[in-house]
């Protein structure tokens, strides 16, 4: 089983700065894309930002400028650096990775549980 647990969420003002990490445990042979989406009230979730094993990065223009997606493979995780946050920024903010369980298996589609960033004005 592959579990990926986010943190780094809270409240912050407007023009502050977050970081988030989101790390996969359990049985995991390699990891692909990691990106991480958004889901604000009322809307459908979003891509922000995703980045291959080899660190090839995207990002929604929304966020170009702003957010950084990074990675760390030999730890399994994967951050998002949130700076210059404004109201529109406000969701629940989840990350997602393609895991491999083993070298012969399809890749996993894993989604962590969310965690909510809030910026005040």
């Known amino acids: 089983q592959v579990q990926l647990v986010e943190s780094g969420g809270g409240c912050v003002q407007a023009g502050g700065s977050l970081r988030l990490s989101c790390a996969a445990s359990?049985?995991?042979?390699?990891?692909?894309?990691m990106g991480w989406y958004r889901q604000a009230p009322g809307k459908e979730r979003e891509l922000v930002a995703s980045i291959t094993s080899d660190g090839t990065t995207n990002a929604a223009d929304s966020v170009k400028g702003r957010f950084t997606i990074s990675r760390d493979n030999a730890k399994n995780t994967v951050y998002l650096q949130m700076n210059s946050l404004k109201s529109e920024d406000i969701a629940i903010y989840y990350c997602k990775a393609h895991v491999l369980r083993s070298s012969w298996s399809r890749y996993l589609e894993v989604w962590g549980q969310g965690t909510l960033v809030t910026v005040s004005s």
């Open positions: 359990g049985s995991i042979f390699s990891i692909g894309v």
